[in-house]
């Protein structure tokens, strides 16, 4: 008595895996085309977005463009899925009221069409702006629901709804200009102290620099500090140290 075998549990590679030595028989993939649509995008629908944009293209016309609709048609929902976050974060933080809440109006509700519509022209101008290679896509597709979903980030949610930026404009903005205007500041706060902290001063002779003094003119914490002898007629005078600070020059004794 045959084994049963439980199809469900397959994974994406094996399934990945079966259909690439299945089309590689002879007359395999005319025989793919006589199966009925329906069929054909169920099996599509088991294989990961890397196959259906890269291995499939290559098994007929027919299967390329339906493996191009179903990998379209998942990022349309990844994409509806992250705006609808984006905006149901956005009522949620009015809702729990503050300051800046307390100031300005509610966000207008938002309608599954509305969704619908942009998460298809994000898509259109996503896929015609990386020609739909594969890694490309993927990378800023990750990118952009990453932003949309952000709850810190309102006002890209606010200029796409608005219409202020176009989808063909926004997919082609790198993370760094769709993050939040408080994110891009503590960015630069942080690349500012990192920067400040790899360049070290130049060393002079004679000069020892510490952070055991702290200036008072600036608060700074790095100065140079150097020992100075004073060479009297009769006899040599005591030594003396000073320490210079670093950020403003100013000098005092130690």
Known sequence: MAEAVDTDTDSDDDMEATLRVTMERDGAAARWDTLPEELQRRVLRHLPPSTLLSS????????????????????????????????????????????????????????????????????????????????ELARRSRTLRFNLRDPKNPGLRARLLSGAIEPGALVRLDGKQMASGLLQQQRTEWHRKRLKAAIKPKPEIGFMCTGIYRCDSCEGATVRVHRVIRAGRQAVDRARAYATCVDCAARWEV
Do not use: W
């Open 56 to 135: 499939v293209q290559l098994v007929s016309k027919r299967v390329a463009e339906l493996a191009m609709s179903e990998a379209r048609e998942r990022t349309r929902a990844l994409l509806c899925d992250a705006l609808a976050d984006g905006f149901a974060a956005d009522e949620k933080g009015h809702a729990s009221g503050g300051a800046e809440a307390s100031s300005s109006s509610p966000p207008p509700p938002i309608s599954g069409a509305t969704l619908q519509s942009l998460s298809e022209r994000l898509e259109e101008a996503l896929s015609r702006f990386t020609a739909n290679r594969y890694r």
